[in-house]
Structure formats: C-alpha cells, structure tokens
C-alpha cells in the first residue's frame, strides 16, 4: 500500500508534494507502462476538478492512448492534431480555457471544457504527452502547467 502525505491547501504545495510522490512511486521502476499507471492514478487522486488524467504515447508518427483514468478515450491522434497532437508536435505546453474555441480539438467526453497538456520530452523527443481535462472552463493556470511540467521532466526517462 502507498500512501503520500500531499498537501492540497495551496498550488505550489500540492505540486511540490505531487512531485514527491511521483518521485517515490517511480523511482528504480523499470516499467513504463506501471509508471505511466501509478502516475495516473496520483494525478487523479489529488488533483481536484478533473474528468480525465492520462497519457498518449507517441508511436511512430502518431500518440496512442496510454494509462489513464476517466471515461474510454479516442485510441490514436495523429501528430499535430488536437491539443495532445499540437502539445507533442510543437514541443509545447497547452492550456487551453475553453475546449470548444481551440480549433479541432478532439472530443473524448462531451463534460470536458478546458485542457492542459503537457509534453514530455526524453532524449531530446517527445515520448508521451500528459493530459488533463476539466468540467470547468479555465480551470488550469499557469502554476498548474508549471506543476505538471517538473512533474513531466523528473518522470520522462521512467515512461519512455
Ligand atoms: N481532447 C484531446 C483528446 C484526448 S481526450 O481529451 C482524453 C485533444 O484534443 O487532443
């Protein structure tokens, strides 16, 4: 059993714990597929306001639906399409406010009304992309794409 001492009182503190924990549940695992799962489930667990927490993993010339938690979600995205396909292709984070007035953004559950995603880059290339999505419009800010941006930089070589 894992349990993890996250404060949730303030950003910087839920994701510097979050950080902690990712850091726990991975470190001297070898799997990526168990890492991206774990990693799943502690996004999850703790990051309030979402219906969707996961990872696309990019095979060839396009991301493929990896471990996730929220309702079954589109399998494969070209590169370049959608919020996950822009974020993989241009290296780039993206916060996107409102789901509906990014231009073809992919509709996996129709709740979903604002997204953040995060690319993460291992050996100079974008192995996976993080997503989340939110019931609420602008619920991702700044410190949140921050947050999952060290997240994604101390977990990348552990899921690629
Ligand atoms: N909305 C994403 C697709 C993935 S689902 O949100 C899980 C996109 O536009 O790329």
């Given at each position: ?18 950080a902690?924990?990712?850091d ?6 070898a ?10 489930a502690l996004?999850?667990?703790y ?27 589109c399998?494969r ?8 396909g822009t974020?993989?292709a241009?290296g780039e984070?993206?916060?996107v ?17 604002s997204?953040?995603?995060v690319?993460?880059i ?18 991702f ?6 947050g ?13």
């Amino acid at each position: 059993m894992y349990q993890f001492d996250v404060d949730t009182g303030g950003k910087a503190e839920l994701y510097r714990d979050l950080a902690a924990a990712a850091d726990a549940l991975t470190a001297g695992e070898a799997d990526a597929v168990a890492n991206m799962a774990n990693l799943s489930a502690l996004l999850w667990q703790y990051l309030p306001d979402l219906n969707w927490a996961g990872f696309y993993r990019t095979v060839g010339d396009e991301l493929v639906l990896g471990p996730f938690q929220g309702r079954a979600a589109c399998i494969r995205i070209p590169w370049g399409r959608g919020v996950c396909g822009t974020a993989a292709a241009s290296g780039e984070t993206q916060v996107v406010a409102d789901v509906h007035a990014f231009p073809g953004h992919i509709a996996c559950d129709a709740a979903s009304r604002s997204e953040l995603v995060v690319p993460v880059i291992a050996g100079g290339r974008v192995v996976a992309v993080i997503d989340l999505d939110s019931p609420s419009p602008a619920r991702f800010d700044a410190q949140d794409a921050a947050g999952v941006e060290a997240l994604a930089a101390l977990v990348a070589e552990r899921v690629a």
